[in-house]
């Protein structure tokens, strides 16, 4: 970037940019399934313009970091700017911090364990902080920069594998078993309506095939059946005399209702046990929906936007934890979309869970990246609160990971399976758990003390 480039050029440099990244990355959405919405051209115009939305924070990145370059260096203020971005861009009724750089690095054991110190964040800034010292070694042939980048870029990777050589391990008799049940159901059969009892029939099934190992919980993925499964007498029974008969407990996602005090009609992607002596509460519902998708986002402000229809779902979000008790200790749930943001998890491991539950249906995305993508970011969950983590998907991919996001076992997609595996120990208690996204807040000090030192530089040159 040049140094006295206008602010339209500073702009332009990280949208056009971000353009091309998120248009590449987010190409499934023009590969969702017909059954994901009833106005089927609409994905296509919705990938350009989620494109388009997105890359604005590639601008924002650059030209935030680009006018405090005039007084502060480059390679301090771009890692701060980009944090700072980030946060936003993860935030609020459009949040979505899929993509977000430190991501890209899930399949390195020792510098995801970043992530127990400061969240995904941490990673993302670490990240940063090597490409900007690397920049500036490179283009201004400056060595401490390099000396600088050299021992960033080490220090996760000891430090990671102490972390790692440190993990708790099971000693002596077995920890507890789970399985996860992988039903391949295809969307045009499973919301059609016309195949419920033979949909149900192929969990049920494949669970009687799980019991036979014992497990603690039998899962299954989010809106297993694509019916009201707790209040469908039928379906509720059938899942419990199963229950009952095996004597392991089954844990499913389901659509759920209840009517409000003015008898309005709230459904919930929903998710809850079916217990061996035929109770199932308590309940959980999603509390962070995917915009366009399970909810119409502004609609507390504009009303009229309720009246639009794309085919998304039009949920009620939940309220808080639920905890689920089980013979492997609790746990909270996660329900597809939710498994992205780190507060969510958080929240329910400092209310108690032991280990986290999450649960999806990326059947929507087809044999698309998308499905790799999502289960890396649920990794980090596990890592960030150092508990194992069971990954139980429709399609795939459904995994386990340990405590430190290692992967320890997983089915292949699109494969009607069941997953059973022995369930990591959890870990010690980290300061991301104890004090959450600090990061985050420390960039944005860094940020306004870097406005400050410019402001100050340009008046004391005026």
Known sequence: MRRGASLRARFALGYLWGFAFYLTGTHWIARLSD????VTWIKYPAWIAAAAYLALF????TLLAGVLARRVPLAATFPLALVVIEEVRGSGELGFPWFQPGYTQHAYAQVIQLASLGGVMLV????????????????GRNARAALGAALLLLLPWGWGQRVL????RAKGAKGPTVALVQANIPGEIKWSGKHQPEILKTFLDLTARAAAAHPAVVIWPETATGSYLRKQLDQARAVVELASVTRVPIFSGFADYDYSASDRMRIYNAAGMFRPDGTTEPVYAKRHLVPFGERMPFEWLIPALARVNFGQAEWTPGSGVVLFPSAAGPFGCLICFESIFPDLSRASVRA??????????DEWFGRSVAIDQHAAMAAFRAVENHVPLARCANTGRTVIFDANGRERAALPTF???VLTGELPPPGIRTPFTRFGDWVGVACAIGLAAAGVVALTARRASD
Do not use: M, Q
């Open 165 to 168: 050589d440190a993990a708790p």
């Open 58 to 61: 590639g601008g924002a990145t």
């Open 35 to 38: 059954v994901a919405t009833t």
């Open 352 to 361: 108690g869970a032991k280990w986290l539950v999450n649960i999806t249906n």
């Open 124 to 139: 993302t800034l670490w990240l940063a902080g090597v490409n900007a010292l690397l920049w500036r070694a490179i283009s």
């Open 415 to 417: 494969e009607a399976a």
